[in-house]
C-alpha cells in the first residue's frame, strides 16, 4: 500500500509540479520516515530527488546529482535549464529570486531565532518552521525602471516574465511580481545566497558607495 501512494504522489509531482504542504499526501511525506524513504528511494532510482525546504510552502522533484550530466550535457555545451530560458531569462530569475526570496528568508530566520530564544520546552525544535512570513511582492514599475537596461529591455523582460509565470517561479497580480510555488525551490539558499550578498551584491554596494563619495566633488567643481 505504502509502494502504491508513493507512486500515485510522485506521479502527481510530475504532473502538477509541485504540490503545497497541506496536501494530505504531502502531509503524510513530511510525517512518515518510511513512507518518505520509499518515496526517496524511488526517485533515486529515475535519477530525481526531492525537493523539500521547510521554509517553503510547497515540495517538488528535481533531477538529481548524478543524472545532471546526461540531461544538460550537450555536445561542447552545458544546458542551463530545461525550462528553455535563455540566458536574459535566468539572469532576471536569480534578480527575482534575490529580491523576493532573500529579504523573506532573512525575516523567517529572525523570526525562527525569537521563537528559539522565547521557548525552554524540550520539543520546541520539532515545531514546523516559521512560513507565515509571506514573501512581499515587487511592483513591476522597479524591474522597468532599475533593472531593464541590464535585462535586454522591458519588452525582453516581459516576454520573460511571461514565461516565469506560466511555468510557476513567480505570479503577477495587479502589475506585481510575487513569489509563486517554485521560486523559493529553485535555488539551494545556502548556495547561492553568500555568492549573491558577498558577491554581486557587495560589488553593487562598493559603486553606489564610491559614486556617493564622488557626487559632492562632482557638485563642488561645478
Given at each position: 500500500?505504502?509502494?502504491?501512494?508513493?507512486?500515485?504522489?510522485?506521479?502527481?509531482?510530475?504532473?502538477?509540479?509541485?504540490?503545497?504542504?497541506?496536501?494530505?499526501?504531502?502531509?503524510?511525506?513530511?510525517?512518515?520516515?518510511?513512507?518518505?524513504?520509499?518515496?526517496?528511494?524511488?526517485?533515486?532510482?529515475?535519477?530525481l530527488r526531492l525537493l523539500?525546504?521547510?521554509?517553503?510552502?510547497?515540495?517538488?522533484?528535481?533531477?538529481?546529482?548524478?543524472?545532471?550530466a546526461t540531461v544538460f550535457?550537450?555536445?561542447?555545451?552545458?544546458?542551463?535549464?530545461?525550462?528553455?530560458?535563455?540566458?536574459?531569462?535566468?539572469?532576471?530569475?536569480?534578480?527575482?529570486?534575490?529580491?523576493?526570496?532573500?529579504?523573506?528568508?532573512?525575516?523567517?530566520?529572525?523570526?525562527?531565532?525569537?521563537?528559539?530564544?522565547?521557548?525552554?520546552?524540550?520539543?520546541?525544535?520539532?515545531?514546523?518552521?516559521?512560513?507565515?512570513?509571506?514573501?512581499?511582492?515587487?511592483?513591476?514599475?522597479?524591474?522597468?525602471?532599475?533593472?531593464?537596461?541590464?535585462?535586454?529591455?522591458?519588452?525582453?523582460?516581459?516576454?520573460?516574465?511571461?514565461?516565469?509565470?506560466?511555468?510557476?517561479?513567480?505570479?503577477?497580480?495587479?502589475?506585481?511580481?510575487?513569489?509563486?510555488?517554485?521560486?523559493?525551490?529553485?535555488?539551494?539558499?545556502?548556495?547561492?545566497?553568500?555568492?549573491?550578498?558577498?558577491?554581486?551584491?557587495?560589488?553593487?554596494?562598493?559603486?553606489?558607495?564610491?559614486?556617493a563619495a564622488d557626487a559632492?566633488?562632482?557638485?563642488?567643481?561645478?
Open positions: 500500500m505504502s509502494a502504491s501512494n508513493c507512486g500515485k504522489l510522485i506521479a502527481r509531482l510530475l504532473a502538477e509540479r509541485t504540490l503545497p504542504r497541506s496536501d494530505r499526501d504531502v502531509l503524510r511525506l513530511l510525517t512518515d520516515e518510511g513512507f518518505r524513504l520509499e518515496l526517496e528511494r524511488r526517485l533515486a532510482d529515475c535519477g523539500d525546504n521547510p521554509f517553503a510552502e510547497h515540495i517538488a522533484i528535481a533531477l538529481s546529482d548524478t543524472a545532471e550535457a550537450s555536445g561542447d555545451q552545458w544546458l542551463s535549464n530545461t525550462m528553455g530560458l535563455q540566458r536574459d531569462g535566468v539572469a532576471l530569475l536569480v534578480l527575482l529570486w534575490a529580491l523576493i526570496i532573500l529579504p523573506k528568508r532573512e525575516r523567517q530566520l529572525a523570526h525562527q531565532a525569537d521563537d528559539a530564544d522565547g521557548q525552554n520546552d524540550m520539543f520546541a525544535s520539532a515545531k514546523p518552521l516559521p512560513v507565515t512570513d509571506a514573501s512581499r511582492g515587487i511592483p513591476e514599475s522597479v524591474l522597468r525602471n532599475d533593472y531593464a537596461e541590464q535585462l535586454g529591455k522591458w519588452g525582453r523582460v516581459n516576454i520573460n516574465l511571461g514565461i516565469l509565470s506560466r511555468t510557476g517561479f513567480i505570479e503577477r497580480r495587479n502589475n506585481v511580481i510575487y513569489e509563486g510555488p517554485l521560486l523559493d525551490l529553485v535555488f539551494d539558499y545556502s548556495t547561492l545566497a553568500p555568492r549573491i550578498i558577498e558577491g554581486a551584491l557587495a560589488d553593487l554596494l562598493a559603486r553606489r558607495r564610491a559614486h559632492p566633488t562632482e557638485e563642488g567643481d561645478r
